[in-house]
């Protein structure tokens, strides 16, 4: 079946520091994969994507490259922003007639400056 | 992306009461989905909204329970029926903009409706 594991959370750093969020998935075929943040009181936002081996998907600093070797899709960015607190959500898609989004369990992240 | 606006935006509700949630997006879409997201979980697809016929539904989520409607391109409703407090979550209607392969894949989510069941 189709899954997704997320490092456990809350995480809590301080401004400026070095983000990663562990993001493992199981799969048959060769899924989409997706980082999601949902920011305080709003709805989820799609913050990047790849769509195969290999790619790396980027925005606001954010990066994530997807291992097929690993079947990893790790969240990274090299300086947090209090802005950043959110919780961020690892998700991955498949085609069952439609095409379905199947989520990790998300992980909240808190930066205090 | 597609602008998509979610009605009630949260409700309390009593126990054996039905609610329906309106999703309305500002341009036509493929595909239309509903989500719940249980406090402090991660989201689980309910079902695809189909445009003209019956939703499909996801292991563990019934028509009796959770009946959907999708009219036209642009609109659908779940609704909550025989509500019991474990009924209390976050739903969310997703949608599917692109006919384009490479986008085909990009789901956009509206707010959001906090449900509290008493």
């Known amino acids: 079946g189709n899954s997704v594991t997320q490092m456990e959370g809350p995480v809590t750093l301080s401004e400026e520091a070095f983000l990663t969020i562990n993001c493992t998935y199981t799969?048959?075929?060769?899924?989409?994969l997706f980082w999601y943040v949902q920011y305080p009181g709003e709805g989820l936002q799609l913050l990047l994507k790849a769509t195969k081996a290999d790619d790396k998907g980027s925005n606001k600093g954010f990066e994530a490259t997807y291992r097929k070797e690993t079947t990893s899709f790790h969240l990274e960015k090299g300086s947090v922003q209090v802005s950043d607190s959110a919780v961020y959500f690892c998700?991955?898609?498949?085609?069952?007639?439609?095409?379905?989004?199947?989520f990790g369990q998300g992980t909240r992240l808190t930066i205090n400056p | 992306s597609a602008v998509i606006s979610q009605k009630p935006s949260r409700d309390i509700c009593q126990r054996g009461t039905s609610l329906t949630i309106q999703c309305q997006v500002d341009?036509?879409?493929?595909?239309m989905f509903w989500y719940r997201q249980q406090p402090g979980q991660s989201l689980t697809l309910i079902a695809t909204?189909?445009?003209?016929?019956?939703?499909?539904?996801e292991s563990g989520f019934v028509i009796d329970k959770f009946p959907i409607s999708r009219p036209n391109l642009t609109f659908s409703t779940l609704t909550v029926s025989n509500m019991s407090p474990e009924d209390s979550s976050i739903y969310l209607c997703?949608?599917?903009?692109?006919?384009?392969?490479?986008?085909?894949?990009?789901?956009?989510f509206g707010p959001g409706t906090r449900l509290t069941v008493l």
């Open positions: 997703s949608v599917e903009t692109s006919l384009r392969v490479i986008q085909r894949n990009e789901q956009f």
């Open positions: 909204a189909n445009q003209g016929s019956e939703a499909t539904y």
């Open positions: 998700a991955l898609s498949y085609r069952q007639g439609a095409q379905k989004l199947v």
């Open positions: 799969a048959t075929g060769y899924p989409s």
């Open positions: 341009s036509q879409v493929t595909m």
